[in-house]
């Protein structure tokens, strides 16, 4: 059973519990992971007969900003 | 010694109760996909079944006996299990011993709802990503109350007409954000409908298609064990008991002892799968918020 705490926070130096704690994810692996992820999608709906489904969401633009969810 | 007559003490010599036997859970997410599709739970990897690709041809003429032989077809379908999906956890012993609720039961029973509501998620995003059918709607989408009923209307016509079609069952799948359009809708029809509405916070059938209400957020764009689904703002209409859903041998709960920790590993976990089949994906449709 993994229990959840909350980190303790030194009252005295507010701006040092703020900071962050681990940089930040690097921009440029998650756009290369949502290139790969879609070029799988393509492909799936290729196998599944729906690539003209997915081609009009592409050219709707729906793939143009990676969703906040997508991780 | 604790202070009495302030709000922040506490005493174990005032009186706590525990609200309930079983620790807290959040709110269950509604399940929908085993009453949209057969669920197959037999012991198999992959289901097969075949159907005719090329239909035989009728030629109507005027009577003279003769004919010429046309060639008729057989393609193979399938469904193939590929993906499963596993919850883990660990009670150590003295966990389990000291703790006021019975955790084993309570984290299985957890345990045993996320494995349920992931199979759920997996099956909804299947179908939708192998639906054939397309429908776009009028602006606003399912939260304009005005577009409910031409919507519901264009989706029947997809399947009308078909021996498996508007008398089988349709089905609409919607997302949390979009009820209040259905809700306004049922609201200002009037007398029964609207009473109906109010009273059960939903109305479910509107127009003979039964309509399913998830979470929003259901519906991904995200890759799930093998399949990448794109179907984040879209929403599933179909034809229910056509599509399979399989879960071979349903799902399993084990605890083992292991190596270097008191207690037990606890994992709950079942395998999926699901399938429109090739000959019905036109009469499921993936609908786009517009």
Redesign the interface.
């Known amino acids: 059973m993994a229990k959840t705490k909350e980190a303790p926070v030194d009252e005295t130096n507010l701006d040092a519990a703020t900071e962050p704690v681990a940089a930040p994810k690097v921009d440029g692996d998650r756009k290369a992971r949502w290139a790969q992820f879609l070029a799988q999608a393509e492909a799936q709906a290729s196998e599944r007969g729906t690539s003209e489904i997915f081609a009009a969401q592409k050219a709707r633009g729906e793939f143009d900003t990676i969703p906040d969810s997508f991780i | 010694m604790a202070t009495f007559n302030t709000q922040n003490s506490v005493s174990f010599a005032l009186r706590h109760k525990y609200f309930q036997a079983s620790l807290q859970q959040a709110i269950r997410n509604q399940l929908v996909s085993s009453d949209i599709t057969k669920v197959d739970t037999s012991n198999l990897k992959t289901i097969e079944n075949p159907y005719i690709s090329t239909d035989g041809t009728a030629t109507t003429q005027a009577v003279a006996g003769t004919y010429s032989v046309s060639a008729m077809a057989t393609t193979e379908d399938s469904l193939k299990v590929t993906d499963e999906i596993i919850v883990p ?4 012993d003295f ?1 389990a011993k000291t703790a006021n609720f019975d ?1 084993f039961a309570d ?1 299985l029973d957890n345990m045993s709802y996320q494995v349920r509501y992931n199979w759920d998620k997996y099956v909804l995003n299947a179908l939708l ?4 059918g ?1 429908y776009t709607t009028p602006a606003g989408g399912f939260t304009t109350p005005a577009n409910i009923q031409k919507i519901i209307g264009d989706l029947l016509g997809k399947v009308a007409g078909y021996a498996n079609g508007i008398g089988n069952n349709p089905f609409l799948v919607v997302e949390s954000t979009d009820v209040t359009g259905f809700i306004q809708m049922a609201m200002s029809s009037g007398f029964n409908y609207a009473d109906a509405a109010l009273n059960n916070g939903f109305a479910g059938n509107i127009g003979g298609v039964d309509v399913y209400v998830i979470r929003g ?1 259901t519906f ?4 799930m064990g093998s ?4 179907n ?2 879209h929403r599933l209409f179909g034809l229910k008991g056509l599509a399979v859903s399989a879960n071979p041998g349903g799902f399993t709960y084990d605890e083992k002892m292991v190596s270097g920790k008191t207690g037990r590993e606890v994992v709950a976990y079942g395998y999926v799968g699901a399938k429109i089949w ?1 000959v019905h ?1 036109g009469l499921f449709v ?1 609908i ?1 918020l517009a």
């Open positions: 956890t660990h009670i150590f966990e955790l984290f990503s192998q639906a054939t397309t957020g991904v764009t995200a890759s399949q990448s689904f794109t984040s703002g090739a994906a993936n786009t």
